[in-house]
């Protein structure tokens, strides 16, 4: 087994240090939040993922398991100790739209002049491409006068999990190790197979790795887009999207179309502005792109539309996390929905039961309209009258917006024209608008 040192607390590298532990191996995992390592020390996780509270309960009474800050005066030993450095830093897109990588510069300036020398870094956070080769192995080299391959290896070891299921994918996925020498390969894949024997592995160059995730993530953003693009067209044509789906995905060994609705996350928007605006081509990147996150624009202007105005509405956004039933917020689509609504007059609220800081019911009393964005089941299990009692208002004074199709009552449901929406129990009146009129169901 092998002494690991996880750069990264976060919802990356936490489960993953959790399951080399589990594997057997020492584990340090190290990060910038006292607050969160101070937790992590006393075995609460910072965060929600399947699984993790009881691994995390029996790691933080284990001497094998250690949480630790930059502050912490015994670091340089643990650094110098690692046969394995694994770096899961995040990678923020700057106003450019380039990977701003000053979480990997600074780390990288703390580290190095500690390594030992035959250390395996592993890099496995979402990164340009060429980033492997040429920022890590380069300043690893230069700082230390050494040669990778041979006197230290780099590796690009690509996440691939699905938010709330960390363990089990951890388990699950085929690890793609990148690599550009064999005893690099090699030492990668030691560490990845202590976590289980039979583990799938795919040996690839350092670059084609990093392609490989930014591929796969720009395609299932697409395949997204163009659900949205088709739920657009749907609705345009007074056709039931839901319909349409079941009829052409079921039983069809080419099917697959995905539903709509508003998705993006750390990765998937990140990644595809990467290839979109790092290629020459990069056409289809950008058409997802402005598919997806135009949404936000077309929920504001039917609300606008429906309400008669937006101004001095009160809206209620449901959900900030970017998927339902965690509390991850990273690169949601509703902080973009309220900044857009904020700017056209309405006043706005957000609950969340699962964010901090957004949990508090109260807020959708007075509503004119709220707005479904994370499907919670908790929230997807509320009935119409759950909606009107914690909104305070009468059903033809509420306009309910349904961006996953899980309230047949909604006024509007993504996806779903006007021709075959189920009456919403109010006839034909769905809305009184800002001027008294009554809005068609």
Known sequence: MFRVLCVGGGHVGLPLSLRFWQAGNDVTVLDIDPGKMEAVRRGVMPFMEQGCDQVLADASRSDRFRA????????????????????TL????????????DQYFHVLDRLVPHLANGVTLVVRSTVAPHFTRNVISARVAAARDCVPGRDFYVAFCPERLVQGRALADIDDLPEIIGADDPETASRAEALFLTLGRDKVI???????AELSKLFLNTFRYTLFGLANEFAQISEQYGADLYAILEAANGGYPRGGIPRPGPSRGPCLGKDTATL?????????????????ENLVIRVARDLSASLGSLVNRRISVLGRAFKADTDDVRDNLTDPLINLLDREGAVTAVYDP????????????????????????????????????????????????????????????????????????????????????????
């Open 276 to 292: 979109a605006f790092a290629s020459t081509t990069g056409l289809i990147p950008h058409a997802a792109i402005k598919t997806n």
């Open 90 to 101: 995040g990678t923020p897109l700057g106003t450019d739209y380039t990977f701003r990588f």
């Open 68 to 87: 630790m800050t930059y502050a912490d005066s015994d670091l340089d030993g643990e650094i110098a100790a690692a046969d394995h450095v694994v770096m």
């Open 202 to 208: 795919h040996h690839v160059s350092t670059v084609e």
């Open 354 to 441: 699962f964010v901090r800081g957004c949990d508090d019911v109260r807020v959708l009393q007075g509503s004119d309209a709220v707005v479904l964005m994370s499907a919670h089941a908790v929230i997807a299990g509320w009935t119409q009258d759950d909606v009107l009692r914690l909104t305070a208002r009468r059903r033809d004074d509420l306009f309910v917006y349904d961006l996953w199709n899980v309230w047949p009552w909604a006024d509007r449901i993504l996806g779903r024209g006007s021709d075959n929406r189920e009456d919403s129990g109010n006839g034909r009146v769905g809305l009184a608008d800002a001027r008294g009129r009554a809005a068609p169901a």
